[in-house]
């Protein structure tokens, strides 16, 4: 029994080998071919990165270059009036501010 299983195992492998073989065609295999005419390649479009800004605090100090014109009160309009860097809830915008936003990151 054993040996009708062995050799019916080998005759099943060796059978599926002609089944495996790649079809080459012989004769007549540009008579019924069609012209393409060969297309332009078209150039990609550049990838445009997105520009991160960073806010707060330290994102402003890093715009100006000078960081303590931060914390002066007289200091010229140029480096900001301190509102930009304040946390507000969107639901009550007139409200007191929140917090102040020392690291922020816009996408």
Not at 6 to 22: K, P, R
Not at 41 to 58: F, N, S
């Amino acid at each position: 029994m054993k040996t009708l299983l062995f050799a019916l195992i080998i005759a099943g492998t060796a059978s599926t080998g002609a089944f495996a073989q790649e079809f080459r065609s012989t004769g007549n295999a540009g008579r019924f071919s069609i012209p393409v005419a060969p297309q332009e390649e078209q150039p990609m479009a550049p990838v445009v990165e997105p520009q991160r800004v960073i806010d707060g605090t330290i994102g402003k100090a890093m715009e100006t270059g000078q960081p303590l014109q931060m914390i002066n009160p007289l200091a010229p309009t140029r480096f900001g009036n301190g509102q930009e860097v304040l946390s507000r809830d969107p639901a009550r915008p007139r409200k007191n501010p929140e917090g102040v936003i020392i690291l922020g990151f816009r996408f």
